[in-house]
């Protein structure tokens, strides 16, 4: 009995802890059953989560898309913005140049009646103080009355001339329109071969018309021929070596475009080549252009710029030009033009060297013990007579370029013979301008080397001065001063001289059609 109430304690003992066990487990699979209840509603939360994401997503990529649209939309309203501004400052330009004009032509207008209001108001006080001075009265104020109707007659002209300027921009613009409705009907063949080819033909008439109109207005604002009468200043010599440069930068471009006209198809699609070289080029030259409109030109400073331009159009010129005769008559002109020039410059040259040395002569600073009447036989005397003489060039020369000019008109040219008389001429005239040039530079850097050591300026320093560049640069062992100069340019007159014969010889004048590119 004990022992089976052993086993049944210890069966209950067991069946206890079973028990126990038992609900321990149902403890678990509720703590399991709640977790895993959780852990439902947690991923249902994520589902949600994602989906709303999801949807997030999606309006963000249609945000994108709109915010990328909008975007475009917005660039090419910036860039339409862009053109309208560009328009409208081209526009403030032409008006404030427009303005410009018209407030200089008001200034003056406000002068003029000022100074006849200030000199009405004077012969009033003298017609009442002195009634015998009314004739005279009378003229001043019928001059007065004339000039106020020459400048009201300004005023007209003036605005015809802007009148002509504005119709003529109204041409320029239609003529752009008309180029932009029309390109886009051209073939493809026309821009892949002859489009560069006539952008080139333009661009080098562009640059003939610029570089004479910067001439121009150069001549007007010096005004070399009245100041060589005058005091000659040391710019005007840069001034004329700039302008010089400037000619012959022209007419070279002058004889490429003549060639463009005339030359072979094959070689005209290839200049199409030389235009995208010649921009820089002409940027160059609307820069002078822009410092000539705000009056800042220092020709000095522009001087190198214009080599650079020559440098690159002869090396064209010697690609296209150097087996051709299409260029001939440009290059009668170039020549002739090149000894009038050329004669503006040895006269300014010489006559600062004159006054260079008359100055030197009065310098406190600057000893010189020698008579000044041996200063004017040997010296000043002789400059004078080179002077004149490189003036009476240039009248040959204006001739020369009058004849060219005419011979033009009537269709009518020269036997090639001739050119290589121009060019000897030519090349003669710039040898004797450089020579000049030369001696002008030892010449003052002998009178500076006086006036610092103080020591005697004498009359045998400029002769030796003059000829070591006589005997360097023109070959000539001179006896007297200037004797090598004086028979330079008498041999230059001389040669243009039989050149204006030779043109104006009927046996050597020719007649043919001028050849164009249609």
């Known amino acids: 009995m004990k022992n089976q109430l052993k086993l049944s304690e210890s069966a209950i003992e067991d069946l206890k802890n079973r028990l126990d066990d038992a609900m321990n487990a149902e403890d678990m699979l509720e703590q399991l059953t709640e977790k895993n209840l959780a852990q439902g509603e947690r991923l249902e939360e994520m589902r949600i989560a994602i989906e709303d994401l999801e949807a997030l997503k999606e309006l963000n990529d249609e945000l994108e898309e709109n915010h990328i649209e909008n975007e475009k939309q917005l660039q090419a309203e910036i860039d339409h913005k862009d053109i309208l501004i560009r328009e409208y400052l081209k526009r403030l330009e032409m ?9 200089n032509t008001i200034h003056q207008f406000r002068e003029l009646v000022a100074n006849l209001q200030s000199d009405l108001e004077q012969f009033r006080q003298k017609e009442e103080s002195q009634y015998s001075e009314s004739k005279n009265l009378s003229s001043q104020s019928q001059s007065m009355l004339d000039l106020n109707i020459k400048l009201q007659s300004r005023v007209l002209k003036a605005q015809a001339k802007q009148i002509d300027l504005e119709l003529r921009k109204l041409d320029a613009t239609q003529a752009s329109e008309n180029l932009a409705f029309v390109q ?45 009468n005058t005091t000659v200043p ?71 710029d214009i080599q650079r331009s020559i440098a690159q159009l002869e090396h064209l010129a010697e690609i296209y030009l150097s087996n051709t005769k299409i260029d001939e008559a440009d290059k009668l002109y170039a020549y002739s033009r090149g000894l009038d020039l050329n004669a503006d410059t040895i006269a300014v ?12 002569c009065k310098d406190e600073e600057i000893n010189v013990t020698e008579e000044i009447d041996k200063f004017n036989s040997d010296f000043f005397l002789p400059l004078q007579s080179l002077v004149s003489q490189s003036r009476s060039s240039k009248v040959m020369a204006r001739k020369l370029i009058r004849r060219l000019d005419d011979m033009a008109d009537q269709n009518a040219g020269l036997k090639s013979d001739l050119l290589t008389q121009f060019k000897i001429c030519f090349t003669l005239s710039t040898k004797l301008t450089t020579f000049c040039q030369e001696v002008r530079k030892g010449i003052f850097a002998y009178i500076n080397e006086k006036k610092d050591t103080k020591e005697e300026l004498l009359l045998s320093g400029l002769q030796k001065t003059i000829h070591q560049v006589t005997e360097n640069m023109l070959g000539t062992n001179e006896l007297n001063m200037w004797d090598g100069c004086t028979k330079s340019l008498l041999s230059i007159c001389q040669e243009i001289s039989n050149l204006n014969n030779a043109i104006n010889d009927p046996e050597n004048t020719t007649y043919g059609s001028t050849l164009a590119r249609s």
Request: overall charge negative; charged content about 30%; some cysteine.
């Open 95 to 103: 008006s404030d140049e427009t303005n410009a004009d018209y407030e």
């Open 184 to 228: 886009p009907y051209l073939p493809d063949s026309y821009f892949r071969s002859e489009h560069d080819s006539i952008r080139c033909l333009l661009l080098l008439k562009r640059l003939v018309f610029k570089s004479e109109l910067i001439i121009k207005q150069v001549d007007q604002i010096h005004n070399i021929p009245e100041k060589l």
């Open 234 to 304: 040391e710019e005007l010599i840069a001034v004329c070596e700039f302008r010089q440069k400037l000619a012959w930068f022209s007419d070279i471009a002058k004889r490429l475009v003549s060639f463009v006209n005339a030359c072979p198809v094959d070689t005209f699609l290839k200049m199409g080549q030389v235009y995208h070289d010649l921009v820089g080029t002409e940027r160059r030259l609307n820069g002078i252009v822009d410092l000539l409109r705000k009056e800042d030109l220092k020709e000095a400073d522009c001087i190198e």
């Open 349 to 360: 040259s010489l006559g600062h060297l004159k006054q260079a040395v008359a100055l030197a």
